[in-house]
């Protein structure tokens, strides 16, 4: 079913959207290759891989991907949209590069299998104290700058950093305004002559026209701010209903629960919120089984 409005149009960071875009080749070439650098056409395969990194024990953290995507030299990239503030985002990548670094090769195998891994992470937040939007890591002496490894990477775009300050005109750049633009005039600016973002503006266009597309990006929209208001104004108000056992913060359990209903309300998988409570507040494993136990909602038979 179609929209009749017209000038509605959904934001491209929502993640919701983010993946829906990235879906398609053409978006994803462009964009990947904005990331990297490079001119699109030399890359001429993006095959999407599934987004669940596998665990090599029971116990092991689940690890969720946005878009996952395997060039044609073997080259592997995690490409994340994070619209909600993560206080251990660094951490997070590193674990999610690591784990998809790792699970390329399997017993009997050797090293030089191993193919080069990047994680592209577009922050809707503000990572770094400084003016630079755009950053990118690899391991390096500290003294002599000397690279350790080219098999790891990882690029950081953050996007409220372009209402601040001026940069010098780039595709990665322009990639970021897209991104971060409020209406449809500011996308078509930022799209305009790049056929690889015209066609992520369209693909955007027809997915806003969709009434049930738009009914998810809603109800999507309304829980990140739900979650963002009840972060932000958690403490303020008082809102807590007890003190979690034990536990060296005296975290609220209220709080605690509302991050589990909220999260779960987002479509956010069992293994991810015990993965979030952990970061949040500092929890031990003990302490997440009993809040997962007591607040997630189990589908009812």
């Given at each position: 079913?179609?929209?009749?409005?017209?000038t509605f149009?959904?934001?491209?960071?929502?993640?919701?959207?983010f993946k829906?875009?990235?879906?398609?080749?053409d978006v994803?070439?462009g964009?990947?290759?904005?990331i990297?650098?490079v001119?699109?056409?030399m890359i001429q395969?993006?095959?999407?891989?599934p987004t669940y990194l596998r665990?090599?024990?029971?116990?092991d953290?689940?690890?969720?991907?946005d878009?996952?995507?395997?060039?044609?030299?073997?080259?592997?990239?995690d490409i994340?949209?994070q619209?909600?503030?993560?206080?251990?985002w660094?951490?997070r990548?590193l674990f999610?590069?690591c784990?998809?670094f790792s699970?390329?090769i399997h017993?009997?195998?050797d090293y030089q299998?191993?193919?080069?891994?990047i994680h592209?992470g577009i922050?809707?937040?503000?990572?770094?104290?400084d003016?630079e939007?755009?950053?990118?890591f690899h391991?390096?002496e500290?003294?002599?700058?000397?690279?350790y490894t080219?098999?790891?990477e990882?690029?950081?775009?953050?996007?409220?950093?372009?209402k601040k300050y001026?940069y010098p005109e780039?595709?990665l750049?322009?990639w970021?305004?897209?991104?971060?633009a409020?209406?449809k005039?500011?996308m078509?600016?930022a799209v305009?002559g790049?056929k690889y973002?015209?066609?992520a503006?369209?693909?955007l266009?027809?997915?806003s026209?969709?009434?049930?597309?738009?009914?998810e990006?809603e109800?999507?929209q309304k829980?990140?701010?739900?979650y963002?208001?009840?972060?932000n104004?958690?403490w303020?108000?008082?809102?807590?209903?007890?003190?979690?056992e034990g536990h060296?913060e005296?975290?609220?359990e209220?709080r605690?629960?509302?991050?589990?209903?909220i999260?779960?309300?987002?479509?956010?998988?069992e293994?991810?919120?015990?993965d979030?409570?952990?970061?949040?507040?500092?929890?031990?494993e003990?302490?997440?089984?009993?809040?997962?136990?007591?607040?997630?909602?189990?589908?009812?038979?």
């Open positions: 079913m179609k929209s009749n409005d017209n149009i959904m934001s491209p960071k929502v993640d919701f959207c829906e875009l990235l879906n398609d080749e994803r070439r964009f990947i290759a904005a990297l650098g001119k699109a056409d395969r993006t095959e999407l891989l665990k090599q024990h029971q116990k953290k689940l690890g969720i991907l878009i996952r995507v395997v060039l044609e030299n073997g080259t592997q990239i994340e949209m619209v909600i503030a993560y206080d251990y660094a951490e990548s999610y590069l784990k998809m699970e390329q017993e009997g195998e299998e191993l193919k080069k891994c592209v922050l809707n937040f503000i990572l770094f104290d003016e939007y755009y950053s990118k391991i390096w500290d003294r002599r700058k000397l690279l080219d098999k790891m990882i690029h950081i775009v953050e996007l409220p950093k372009l001026q780039t595709e750049l322009r970021a305004r897209f991104f971060n409020e209406n005039e500011e078509e600016m305009q790049d973002m015209e066609k503006y369209n693909r266009v027809n997915l026209a969709d009434d049930e597309k738009r009914l990006y109800e999507r829980a990140i701010r739900d963002n208001h009840m972060i104004s958690g303020r108000t008082g809102h807590a209903r007890g003190y979690a060296a005296g975290h609220a209220g605690i629960q509302e991050c589990i209903e999260l779960q309300e987002m479509g956010i998988s293994e991810k919120i015990q979030k409570l952990a970061q949040k507040f500092s929890l031990s003990k302490e997440i089984e009993e809040f997962m136990e007591k607040y997630w909602k189990r589908a009812e038979s």
